[in-house]
């Protein structure tokens, strides 16, 4: 599948962009910041919302790609100085249930396509990165991909109900400790082993593997798998408890305050429980 020749949609690159191409029956999204590893702005979040309503409506596509510039990353996570602006105290912590809502909603609407989604991962699918690596239906990766939501040692925030449901069903619930609670990240060869990944190619076949897989689910009944999608959607995220108090626990908290500050001030935090 050739890049060279698509229609390139996308916004400005100040605070990087979210890039929505398109070649025949397949359409690939990019998340293009490379020099922040793709880290998520605010504006790209708008543009991935606004790319996935379209694609939604969009008959003529048969499968979505998503995929990191660069070749480092696939995204690492939010930017996050973006929450310096959060406030202190209980009005932080209403930020934060404000903020996991607006992803979840982003992400909801990857997972909800009509059609088969394909993730393409390179380097580091961190935080809100790995939420969306999780949200299309198949991943391949390269051998040195890592997979991680280092929360608990870099800024002490949390994930939403829904995106822990996500991790717990595609990972297995004690790698989603692992990832957690012990801040580890996890190998590509440890996600082939436990079905994350569909597949894991050198570099070199990268390209080859994702063009054979869109051609393979191009070529199947394409209302089936709409409807196979939203059964296993459904069975995912429905009856999720209500955790906005968890939520707003974590984002108000003065250790939430001291991670954001000691990320953006290159320094390790020091955690206090409060």
């Known amino acids: 599948m050739s890049e060279g020749s698509n229609k390139t949609l996308g916004g400005s690159t100040s605070q990087g962009a979210t890039r929505l191409s398109r070649e025949g029956a397949i359409a690939t999204i990019t998340f293009d910041r490379p020099e922040a590893r793709n880290a998520m702005t605010w504006e790209m979040y708008g543009q991935l919302a606004a790319h996935c309503e379209a694609l939604a409506r969009d008959r003529e596509i048969r499968v ?34 404000a903020y996991e809502q607006r992803i979840d909603q982003g ?29 299309c239906d198949f991943r391949i990766a390269t051998p040195e991909a890592k997979f991680a939501v280092p929360i608990a040692r870099t800024l002490g925030n949390t994930l939403s109900a829904a995106n822990i449901a996500r991790l717990q069903a595609a ?43 869109c051609q393979s689910l191009s070529q ?28 707003r626990q974590c984002y108000g908290s003065a250790d939430f305050r001291e991670g954001v500050a000691a990320f953006t001030e290159r320094r390790k935090p020091t955690w206090r429980g409060n």
């Open 64 to 97: 979505v790609v998503f995929r990191g510039a660069g070749g480092q990353a696939f995204v690492a996570g939010t930017d996050i100085a973006q929450f310096l602006a959060f406030r202190s105290g209980d009005y932080g912590g209403d930020d934060g249930v």
């Open 107 to 135: 992400i909801q609407l990857i997972e909800q396509l009509p059609m088969p989604t394909i993730a393409v991962i390179e380097g580091w699918a961190v935080g809100g990165g790995l939420a969306i690596a999780t949200a």
């Open 171 to 213: 990972w297995g619930q004690q790698r989603v400790r692992r990832m957690l609670l012990l801040a580890e990240s996890l190998r590509a060869e440890e996600a082939l082993a436990c079905g994350y990944l569909h597949a894991v190619c050198a570099d070199a076949e990268l390209d080859a593997a994702r063009d054979a897989l």
């Open 220 to 247: 199947l009944a394409p209302v089936t798998q709409a409807v196979s999608k939203e059964i296993l959607r459904r069975l995912t995220s429905n009856d999720l408890p209500d955790v906005d108090d968890l939520i």
